[in-house]
Every structure is written in C-alpha cells, then in structure tokens.
C-alpha cells in the first residue's frame, strides 16, 4: 500500500502556475519603477563612489624639457629630475584636484620673460600628459619651441589615476578627520537624550489620565513642519552673543556642540516619540493585571514588562534619530560656528573650494555610520515578535492624581519648550532690527529685497511639494501594490525590496552630491533634467522614498489577495480591481503618504542645497542663504512662512481626509 501510494505521488505531474497579461503587465510596471530607482539611486551612488578613488596628481616625469641659453640646447631631462636639482615643488603640491595647474617657470628661480632664453617641451606619456600654452591645449608627443614670454604662460595639467589617496590626505588632516569624531559624539549624546524625553513624553500619554492628551500630541508633533535650520535660529536669539537668555549660558557659547545638541534634540523629538508611542500603544492589560495581583512594586512592573515591551521601539527610534543627527546639515551650518561635523564638511569642500573628489570621500565616510545603524535597525526588527495576540486585552490606565499630575507637569514643560522655540522664531520675524530696535514690522517678509531668492523660493517650494507629493505618491504606491499583489516572480521582487529600501541609508547631502556627479555628466542621456526643477522633485520623491513604500506595503498587507482572485474569476484586469477596491480601501495611507511628501519637500535642505538653480531656489534653501548673508531675522521669517504652509496643508489635509473617507471608509463603521 506505502508502495502505490509513492509511486502515486512520484508520478502525479508538476502543475506551473499559468501567467496572464496582468501578471505580465504588473511585472512590467516594477521593472520600471525599479529602472527607476536604479537610475535615480543606484547609479548616482555608484559613480559618487568611483569620483572618491579618483585622484589627481602631477606627474612630472611626463614631461622633458631642453633650454637653449644661447649656446646650444641642453641635454634632455625629465621635469621631475629638474625639480630634484632644485627642489622647487614639494610632495605635497603634486596632489592636486581636477582643475589643479601648475606653473613650470617654479623649477627656473632666476627666470625672466624678457630675456634671450628659449626652451622645448614636450610629453612622453601620450594624451594622459597634458600642458597649457595659455588657453590651448597640448596633448601630443612632439617638441614645442616657447620664447620666454611664451614660457611663462606654460602650466602643467595633473594627470588622473585611482587609489586611496584621497582617504589617505583625508584621514591625515586633523581638521577633517575630527568632524568623524565630532558627528558620532554629537549623534550618540543626541540619541540618548532624545529617546529619553521622549519615552516620558509617550510613557506619560499611554500610562496616564491626564488631560487634553491631544493638544499634547500635536504640539509634540510641531517640529515636523519647521526645516532643522530653523531651532538653530531660535537659539542664536535666546542664548546668542546678544541673545534675550544669554546669561543662562554661565559663560558657554551657544555656537558649537551645544547649540547642535539642543537644536537636535528639538527637531529629531517627534521622530522619537510617534515610534516609541507606538510600541507603548501595543500592551497587553493581563501582563499588568497579573503584576498588580502579585503585589509587585510599580518600579518593577515598569522594569520587567514595560520596558521590555517597548524595546525594539526603543532601538528603532535611537537609530532613526542618530541617523538624523549626523546626516543633518541644517542645524550644524547654522549655529555649529567653528565645530566641524561631516555633513558640513562636505558643502565646504563642493561649495567653499570646489574639491569634488574630496567630498566624495566625505560622502562615503558619512555613509558608513548610517548604512551601519541601518542595516542593525533592519536586523533588529526581523527579530520582533507580536506582541499582542488574539486574546490580548488592550492596555487602560487608571487614574492617579499624583503620577497624572506630575506627567501632565512634564508634558506641560516640553510643550512650552517647543512653543518657545516657535514663538521666539516669530517675533525674531516680526522685529525691526534686533536688539536695537523692538518695534514690530512686516519688513522682514520682504523677501525680494533680500538675497536668497526672494518670494518665488516660497512658491518654488510650494510647487515642489505639489509635484512631490503627486508624483511621489503614484510612484510609490503603483510599485508598492506591484510588489505586493503580483504572482510569482520572487527575485524580482526581491530585487524591488531591497531598491526600495535603500533611500533611508542614504543621507540627502551624499544623494545631492552624487546627482551633481551622475546628472551634470553631458554623456548622461539624463542631463537634461539638471539644474530643472525635474531633479529636485526626482531627488526629493527618491530620499523619501522608503517610508512611503513602507506605509504602503503596511496598508496594502491588510487586504487579503482573494479580492484580486476574485476579479480574475470574473475576468476583470487587475488595473480594475485596484482602482474600484484597493485604491478607496487603501486611502488613509494614500493620503498619509501625500502628506509626508509634501511636508518633507517643504523642509528639506540637504538634499536640494547642491541642485537648485537660479531659477529654482526653495524657500528652505533661501533661509540658509540668508543667514549666510546675515539676514537672521529674514530667514526666520521665511522659516515661520514653510512652518504656517505646512500646518494648512495639515489642516486641509485633515479635511479632506474627513470628507473623502465618509464615502470610502462606510464599509469600516459597520
């Protein structure tokens, strides 16, 4: 009987699972937007990357020389033997960037335009050994006869190889090898005092019964809607050199680590807080009843079952909020002074001295730490387990004047911390000339009088956002429900996963500096998108990428695939399906994930500040440009300006929400 039963089932056939148009249709839309993502991630990374090992160096013994002081020409000697017989160019000059020159009357210290002396030149390395006669370009290998006045023009070009020697000049140069130091000091100090406040802060709205617990969670929620550079205004103005609390400071200056830290801690808070809330919003009451029948202390209870229970909250929000912080450009730029971190470093090194390579190493070495912190995060939450179950019984606190008063106290002082920093960037918006002249005036908000791009920066950053958040939300929504819904073709998914996944290791200043490298490139069939406000809305939707799809694979997991089974038995394609069920049962998250975008795109900095033209400044990047220029006062008022679209968007959003899902989500109130 065992043995017909074998046979049996060693010879029933392998059933193939039949693909249709949609299946291949679906495949087809993740290919692209996959395309995508490679085109507009992987790529510029890759060749930011090769621009770090790429090195310039004068190669001196490319060249030969002959002089001819009126009695016949020397014998031929390299360059480089000249130099050691006078010792004119050090090491150190060789190295050198792209656009390096170097001038050749150095190795003749008593030369002179005016005299009788003629000399021949030449290179022996083909077109990888390169002078200059003036403008023109000499790249071949035959003798040039110059006259003085000719010989003075003459500069040698570097010529390019690859190799670590930008790392090595990099890690032997104290200034910048500190920022490395500097960027995790600040980020682990930040991360813990971070994720402590806010863990009271979500401790003191889950476990207590308090009141007005909503305002609370929406004053929490304020620094969303503000960009980093704007805490670091507020600060100048309370602790500042002339600052309204400067005393306070006990002789400290708010320019550097201090002022990073507080400003840092103000805007990664709510970061921290709705993920910690969430882990603490997932307790099951039976775990306390239990704890409390046994007579166990409060403390205890806390320690062994609340903590616990929120752990991977807790590590996932102190990753997120240290890769904030040392990404962060913002905030250092404004009130850091004198203290080097990395992401400064390199818009110093693209926009004060025009070293490319050097800040592509930069890039690389601000890579490192947040690939680590990301890829631990990611491991971390493959290990989470549920916790709640079927018979879970939601956790609900009882009242306790004591501990609800002193949480309500503690929420009551963060509250005002946040709206102190907000309030003081209006009225620094709405003073004449501080500290010499209080009186109020609408003058600040005369953008075009200041340098930074004037009011078309603000509608620059409103069209930006409403590109973002259109775009942005079809392409990650179509490429979520493909990955999602599509039938077999596991690698490819797979595939789509990882790409997809990637933008949140990716700081926005290295996103910026590899689409300088990867779009500016006139062999780029995509050049054309540069300096366009196309390449600010591809790199915008791209570094915000991740959290969109996340919330829309969340949404779309909540649907069972027997709707798109259901349409195929009815011979309906799948675009049917999804725009009649999916799409109206899926819009909370839609609408969630619009409003991401377009917040995010009203805020960002560093991921625009390399890409944007004259034609298409932001007003986030005018705030910057403007405290540059000393418009502090300005600058907070086109801050305030991001900070008030940001919370009508909200509002409107919220609306709309309210409207819409009374005629999508009936289904749920049933």
């Not at 493959?382 to 949480?407: C, E, G, N």
């Not at 953008?447 to 950053?461: E, H, I, P, Q, V």
Request: charged share 15%; with cysteine.
């Amino acid at each position: 009987m065992a043995d017909i039963s074998s046979h049996s089932s060693q010879s029933l056939p392998i059933v193939k699972q039949k693909i249709g148009r949609d299946d291949w249709t679906m495949r087809a839309f993740m290919v692209v937007i996959a395309i995508y993502l490679v085109v507009a991630l992987a790529l510029p990374l890759y060749v930011m990357m090769s621009k770090s090992f790429e090195t310039y160096r004068f190669e001196l013994d490319r060249f030969e020389i002959q002089v001819d002081k009126g009695d016949g020409w020397s014998d031929v000697t390299t360059v480089a033997a000249l130099n050691q017989q006078v010792n004119a160019i050090g090491a150190d000059e060789l190295a050198t960037s792209s656009d390096g020159r170097l001038g050749i009357t150095k190795l003749f210290p008593d030369f002179s335009f005016r005299s009788k002396t003629n000399y021949r030149l030449r290179n022996i390395a083909g077109s990888d050994a390169v002078f200059l006669i003036g403008s023109e370009r000499v790249a071949h290998n035959e003798w040039v006869k110059l006259s003085s006045n000719d010989f003075r023009r003459v500069v040698l070009r570097p010529s390019p190889s690859t190799g670590f020697d930008n790392f090595r000049t990099y890690f032997s140069t104290p200034a910048l090898f500190n920022s490395v130091y500097n960027s995790l000091a600040i980020a682990f100090i930040v991360t813990v005092i971070t994720v402590s406040l806010a863990f009271a802060f979500a401790y003191a709205l889950n476990r207590s019964c308090m009141r007005y617990k909503g305002v609370f969670r929406l004053i929490a929620m304020a620094p969303l809607l503000v960009p980093s550079l704007l805490p670091g205004i507020a600060l100048v103005y309370l602790f500042g050199n002339q600052g309204m609390l400067k005393e306070l400071m006990f002789g400290y200056s708010i320019y550097g680590p201090i002022g990073i830290i507080i400003g840092s801690v103000f805007f990664t808070f709510p970061h921290a807080m709705i993920i910690i809330n969430t882990s603490l919003a997932l307790s099951d009451a039976r775990l306390y009843e239990a704890a409390t029948s046994l007579r166990t202390p409060r403390f205890k209870i806390f320690r062994l079952i609340t903590i616990p229970g929120a752990r991977y909250g807790l590590i996932s929000a102190a990753f997120v909020v240290f890769n904030l912080v040392i990404t962060d450009f913002g905030l250092p730029k404004v009130i850091g002074g004198q203290f080097n971190v990395l992401a400064v470093d390199i818009y110093k090194q693209v926009i004060g001295q025009q070293n490319f390579q050097m800040g592509a190493v930069v890039s690389v070495v601000l890579l490192i730490p947040a690939l680590i912190a990301f890829s631990v995060d990611r491991y971390i939450q493959k290990k989470q387990v549920a916790l709640l179950s079927s018979r879970s019984v939601t956790y609900q606190p009882s009242p306790s004047k004591i501990f609800d008063r002193q949480m309500f106290a503690y929420c009551t002082v963060i509250s005002l911390i946040i709206v102190t920093i907000l309030a003081v960037c209006q009225y620094a918006a709405l003073i004449k000339f501080w500290p010499y002249d209080l009186s109020l005036s609408l003058s600040n908000y005369a953008f075009d009088l200041m340098d930074g791009g004037g009011w078309d920066s603000y509608r620059n950053s409103i069209k930006l956002a409403l590109l973002t958040a259109m775009f942005g939300t079809i392409v990650v929504f179509t490429g979520a429900y493909m990955v999602e819904k599509a039938r077999g073709f596991e690698n490819g998914r797979t595939v789509f996963q990882l790409l997809a996944m990637m933008p949140m290791a990716i700081p926005g200043m290295v996103l910026g500096l590899a689409y300088i490298f990867f779009f500016n490139n006139p062999a780029n069939p995509f050049n054309f998108i540069y300096a366009t406000m196309a390449i600010l809305v591809v790199s915008t939707v791209t570094h915000f990428y991740t959290v969109s799809h996340l919330t829309a694979v969340t949404a779309l997991k909540q649907m069972d695939n027997e709707f798109e089974s259901v349409g195929a038995s009815l011979k309906q394609p799948f675009y049917k399906v999804m725009g009649l069920v999916t799409v109206p049962v899926c819009l909370p998250a839609i609408l969630d994930i619009w409003m991401y975008l377009f917040v995010n795109a009203m805020t960002t900095v560093s991921a625009v500040v390399f890409l944007y033209s004259s034609d298409t400044t932001l007003a986030s990047v005018a705030v910057l440009n403007m405290d540059d220029a000393g418009d502090v006062a300005p600058a907070a008022a086109m801050g305030m300006m991001i900070f008030y679209t940001n919370v009508g968007a909200r509002i409107l959003h919220a609306g709309l929400s309210r409207l819409l899902l009374k005629k999508t989500q009936a289904w749920r109130m049933r």
